[in-house]
């Protein structure tokens, strides 16, 4: 385990938006220098408040923004120097879920056709073998088979995060940036998804990137702790030492954001 | 500021343009003003070459543009064949008067437009809806020339109002009020056809742009605090639907632009197009340009007021151009 | 003391094209007593939304009110006509919606959308609205009340944008405050400013609240008294603390196991995550004859199916709709 490279390496990552891509406004600095290591079959969790730059790091990961200075290596390879099928095979291997992804699933697709457009995209099967394989999928998320033919509207809002789920997993990817994916859903719906997470984790080995404002969600979700203030992370650690021993102040402002509640007693022995 | 500066010089550039490319076209189109001499017999082949030469019409393509666009800058816009006099005088009481159509026209029909789409938004269901939405379709399918031949033919059977023509017989003599009050009269007519025309387009804009603002979360907001509903609409759901609506009205300052030169020449009124209908006939080169340059700069006026218009109205993009 | 708010028996009905209409509330009685804050805990789709738009009469067209009452200081609202619910609205009952990028105009000035809202309940000269606009933002803890009054929304941050919906629904000091989600669209340390917030204000004005949220920590702050909405019914209520501590209902425990916490140290993962409530919402339009949250209940009695279960009163101040409890 020692001698495999981590998945991603970033080394010095900073990120400016400029006069020009914000006419007028003043020069953004998004990302001030990130040092950071995601390995193989982790759980790591960027907690910031808007604006600390979480989002603009998550981009870069998956290379939809180019960075000011610094390298990003995916596997030791330079994500600058991706190009051709390098770069589609980086595209499948790591894929990306925003929070507005259940939003913005095309309505006029069956739920099978959404979860097997990547598929059909990738030139993958033939025709049922693309809707075997979806309905297969949409089963793993929970949401039933026979359902496939439903549309996005006909979903519920959790059932459709699930969906945009489903499709990120058609191309069987190794890594999953969730951005905010959870934001807006139900505590129950929320409880749900993560436990299905995991499942797909022990079954596939698939890392997990979480980006979030929720510190408590993202204590229920990962094993370590990014906290991102003013384009750095000013502290990282496992989740239990984040709680009991915060050291940056920010931190000790997230935590202290987190509504103490009674704790239930547990449910009743069946 | 930066902005309307900006927008102000794309139209400058437009303006070049089209100029240039007008040019080109009327000038690869066969034929000229004199082609149609050569069939008389008693013009003779010398006689023509003279007549062409004293034009400069046997000059090379880019020399005459180069003429012309000087004799733009002297406000003279080149030379009418047909008139023998500079294109420029003869073209800025048609631009008066096109501008006095469009313009009560324009004014009009948005005055129109506004209450009675806000109005219909607030009537989704019923017979208001129905209504309105029979008439407008009704209005829409009916093509404008026809509608402008269906009012003469109105104004010719009943005597209603002059039909056709800008002024009454002995115009000149009258005193200045009845002057106007004769101007006016024959104005109904073509600023009828033109407002019905663009009407039933601005109308379900309007109802659409409110109805949307009026079921924004804000509006819903609004009513909770008990704002009273003449303020939801005019305070809350109108300010916000105005964006598209004003980039809408430049739109519509266009539409009712080209369909004026169809409803003048119906109804003979002296504005640009009939100039425009004569001269391409008579392949009075020069006096084809004029118009089509007038029209331009028209229109690109209109779209400047609509951006201005843009920049008071929405604090957003406001802050975007800053 | 009389309930400032009564809601009896309430029955809210939405027409869709197939067919039965949709129950989005059923059988919902709840009381709000002067100067104390309620919690109603649920999830999205269980009607809690529908609830708050009909006590101020703003239900969509769509929506028909079919049976119940809904009193305030006595007076039935049900039933009045438009210019009387404007005089209640904001008034006397205002509401905070959940997201106030939404809530707020966006080519307005936010001073004249305070100020606005006193316009609309007092005859007041437009000076003297705008200066209790001006004293309204100072209240709501804007350290530079003039500057915030001369922006426009979009000149805001999210919680700043929130303490002005704050403002507005306080401007006319209401009685009652309806808070629809008033943290949920924040980032976690604003939201707990705005929390601090609305509890302060509360007490400093005797404020009434009915708080709607699933956000647990923002209720076990705020109220005293919390209700459970699950489809349209309310399944069970008590005071908050014995409610968060020992929850009754098996939908009330599921919900609360389902909640995210700060991990006791040293614990592993697998014990943090929470074991979810299997399935999912039911359609409100096809409803089982049985109890509602039969189908996803780990503990099913053969009772369930047959009728909805009624309300029991198994302790002292607490309800709860639950064949266990002799439902």
Redesign the interface.
């Known amino acids: 385990m020692e001698a495999e490279p981590p998945l991603f390496r970033v080394w010095g990552l900073t990120k400016r938006y400029s006069g020009r891509e914000r006419?007028?406004a003043p020069t953004v600095e998004a990302l001030a220098g990130i040092d950071l290591e995601v390995t193989r079959g982790s759980d790591l969790a960027l907690v910031g408040q808007s604006g600390s730059g979480k989002s603009t790091l998550a981009r870069c990961l998956a290379r939809l923004d180019e960075p000011t200075s610094g390298r990003v290596l995916f596997e030791g390879m330079d994500l600058r120097e991706l190009r051709g099928p390098r770069l589609l095979r980086f595209r499948e291997r790591v894929q990306l879920i925003l929070q507005d992804s259940a939003t913005a699933l095309d309505p006029r697709l069956t739920a099978a056709a959404i979860v097997s457009e990547p598929l059909e995209v990738l030139g993958r099967g033939d025709r049922r073998e693309r809707g075997r394989q979806a309905r297969e999928l949409m089963e793993s998320v929970g949401i039933p088979a026979a359902w496939a033919a439903r549309r996005p509207f006909e979903l519920s809002g959790g059932q459709r995060q699930r969906l945009a789920i489903a499709r990120a997993l058609a191309v069987q990817p190794e890594l999953l940036i969730l951005d905010e994916a959870f934001a807006g859903l139900d505590a129950s719906i929320q409880a749900q998804i993560a436990t299905l997470l995991q499942e797909l984790q022990a079954r596939h080995g698939l890392t997990y990137l979480y980006v979030s404002h929720d510190l408590s969600l993202m204590a229920l979700l990962a094993d370590e702790v990014a906290i991102m203030f003013e384009g750095r992370i000013v502290e990282r650690g496992d989740v239990g030492r984040i709680f009991t021993e915060p050291r940056h102040p920010h931190t000790r402002a997230l935590i202290a954001a987190v509504a103490s509640l009674p704790a239930p007693s547990a449910p009743p022995a069946s | 500021m930066v902005r309307l500066a900006r927008r102000a010089l794309h139209g400058l550039l437009l303006l070049i343009g089209v100029s240039a490319l007008s040019f080109l076209l009327v000038e690869l189109a066969p034929g000229d003003y004199f082609a149609e001499m050569r069939l008389d017999p008693r013009v003779s082949e010398a006689t023509l070459r003279t007549l062409r030469s004293r034009y400069g019409l046997d000059r090379p393509l880019p020399e005459r543009y180069l003429r012309w666009v000087a004799s733009l800058a002297r406000g003279e816009l080149g030379y009418s064949f047909a008139y023998g006099q500079p294109v420029g005088p003869l073209l800025w009481p048609r631009v008066r008067n096109t501008l006095l159509l469009t313009v009560t026209a324009t004014a009009l029909a948005w005055m129109l437009a506004v209450p009675l789409g806000a109005w219909w938004a607030t009537r989704r269901r019923g017979p208001v809806n129905a209504g309105l939405a029979g008439v407008t379709a009704a209005l829409l399918a009916l093509p404008d020339l026809v509608l402008a031949l269906g009012l003469l033919l109105l104004a010719l059977r009943t005597g209603w109002f002059p039909a056709g023509g800008m002024v009454s017989l002995g115009h000149e003599q009258m005193a200045w009020s009845e002057r106007v009050g004769d101007v006016a009269a024959h104005l109904v007519l073509p600023v009828t056809a033109l407002v019905l025309g663009i009407l039933p387009v601005l109308v379900r804009y309007v109802r659409a742009g409110v109805a949307d603002a009026l079921d924004?979360?804000?509006v819903?907001?609004?009513?909770?605090?008990?704002?009273?509903?003449r303020?939801v609409m005019f305070?809350?759901a109108l300010?916000?639907a105005?964006n598209p609506l004003i980039s809408l009205f430049g739109l519509s300052l266009a539409g009712l632009l080209s369909t004026s030169l169809l409803v003048e020449v119906v109804m003979s009124w002296p504005g640009l197009g009939p100039l425009l209908l004569e001269a391409i006939l008579a392949r009075d080169f020069y006096l084809v340009l004029g118009p089509v340059l007038a029209s331009t700069l028209l229109l690109v006026s209109g779209n400047l007021v609509a951006d201005a218009l843009l920049l008071a109205?929405?604090?957003?993009i406001r802050?975007?151009?800053? | 003391m009389p309930a400032l708010l009564e809601v009896r028996d309430l029955a809210v009905h939405y027409a869709d094209g197939h067919g039965g209409p949709v129950v989005a509330v059923d059988e919902l009685s709840l009381d709000v007593p002067p100067g104390e804050v309620v919690g109603l805990l649920g999830e999205s789709g269980c009607g809690k939304s529908t609830l708050l738009l009909a006590i101020?009469g703003?239900l969509p067209r769509s929506a028909r009110v079919v049976n119940g009452s809904i009193r305030f200081r006595g007076r039935e609202l049900l039933g009045l006509g438009?210019p009387e619910l404007?005089?209640?609205?904001?008034?006397e009952v205002?509401?905070i919606?959940q997201?106030p990028a939404?809530?707020?105009?966006?080519?307005?000035r936010i001073g004249?959308q305070v100020a606005?809202?006193v316009q609309?309940?007092r005859r007041w000269s437009g000076r003297r609205c705008r200066d209790e606009a001006l004293s309204m933002l100072a209240e709501v803890g804007f350290p530079d009340p003039v500057r915030i009054h001369d922006s426009?929304p979009?000149?805001l941050s999210g919680g700043q944008r929130q303490r002005v919906?704050i403002a507005?629904?306080l401007a006319c000091r209401p009685a009652l405050v309806l808070a629809d989600e008033p943290t949920a669209s924040l980032d976690s340390t604003t939201q707990a400013e705005v929390r601090g917030l609305l509890g302060a204000l509360q007490r400093r004005l005797g404020l009434a609240m009915l708080v709607v949220s699933h956000d647990l920590g923002a209720l076990a702050t705020l109220a005293r008294r919390v209700l459970v909405m699950y489809a349209g019914r309310l399944v069970e209520a008590g005071d908050s603390a014995r409610v968060f501590g020992d929850p009754l209902h098996p939908y009330s425990r599921g919900l609360l196991q389902a909640l995210p916490r700060a991990p006791e140290p040293g614990s592993s993962r697998e014990r943090r995550v929470p074991s979810p409530i299997p399935g999912s919402s039911p359609d409100l339009a096809r409803l089982p004859a049985g109890c509602a949250f039969e189908p996803r209940c780990a503990d099913r009695l053969p009772a369930c199916v047959d009728r909805p279960p009624r309300e029991t009163r198994p302790a002292d101040g607490r309800q709860v709709r639950c064949f266990k409890y002799g439902g």
């Open positions: 006419r007028g | 924004a979360p804000f819903r907001a609004a009513r909770a605090h008990g704002i009273p509903p303020h305070r809350h300010p916000a105005a109205a929405d604090p957003r802050a975007a151009g800053r | 101020l703003l438009e404007r005089g209640v609205r904001g008034a205002s509401i919606f997201d939404l809530a707020l105009n966006p080519v307005r004249s606005e809202v609309a309940h426009y979009h000149e919906v507005q629904a």
